[in-house]
């Protein structure tokens, strides 16, 4: 089955710099690479996401990038605020998998002020 | 919208006793709903995929007469854990499809077996 690897597992950054955040997949039939972002006590929010169609989407200050043939996608957050401090996650899924997504092993991240 | 709530947010039980959770869609009709638990600091480990009106797939290693899924319409699902013991104690979080790919999260339900 598939396996998502996640790195960093922690990350600090200052304030107003950015954070990169890479994962990596084994099963290339995967197509759709959704990033949660976890707050402590919550739920995790999804806050963007692609598809294996799709090299690069940007929403205001993150952005994911993909690389098929290297089977990896990162997610770059820039000018990072202090708000930005959570657990994110990646995933991968494939439409064999039943939709089932496969969740990397999280990097929890604190901007500091 | 794609706003999933999830009742109770915080339970505390007896063990030996049942604990129902229930997982709604509010604003969309789920075609699927999934089942996580969530160990401290640790990633999301499914549980199982439910679709309305059929029996849940659960994954390698849960228990399906321990965690009682039931999956009766659209926007809501729940998740029973017969039985409890304070090894089920964690964190629990449902998500729903529309029919897409992607998934929505409830805010999750923190467990305490005593």
Redesign the interface.
């Known amino acids: 089955g598939e396996n998502v690897e996640q790195h960093p597992s922690t990350l600090s950054v200052q304030e107003g710099d950015s954070a990169v955040i890479k994962c990596t997949y084994s099963d290339s039939a995967s197509n759709?690479f959704?990033w949660?972002k976890q707050e402590l006590?919550?739920?995790?929010?999804?806050i963007i996401?692609i598809r294996s169609n799709v090299g690069e989407k940007k929403d205001q200050r993150i952005a994911v990038t993909l690389n098929k043939t290297a089977k990896h996608f990162s997610l770059h957050i820039t000018e990072t605020q202090p708000e930005d401090s959570a657990v994110y996650?990646c995933a991968a899924?494939t439409d064999v998998s039943?939709?089932?997504?496969y969740?990397?092993?999280?990097t929890?991240l604190t901007v500091i002020p | 919208g794609a706003v999933v709530s999830q009742h109770p947010s915080r339970v505390i039980c007896k063990s030996g006793t049942s604990v129902k959770i229930e997982c709604r869609s509010l604003d969309f009709q789920a075609t699927t709903m999934f089942w996580y638990r969530q160990f401290p600091k640790k990633s999301l480990m499914l549980m199982a995929t439910s679709n309305e009106g059929s029996k849940a797939t659960y994954e390698q290693g849960v228990e399906k007469d321990k965690f009682l899924i039931n999956h009766a319409s659209l926007t809501l699902s729940t998740l029973t854990v017969t039985s409890a013991h304070p090894e089920d104690s964690s964190f629990y979080i449902c998500s729903a499809q529309m029919g897409g790919k992607t998934q929505y999260f409830g805010p999750g339900t923190r467990l305490l077996v005593l």
């Open positions: 759709y959704p949660y006590g919550k739920g995790p929010q999804l996401d996650f899924s039943g939709n089932q997504f969740f990397g092993t999280g929890s």
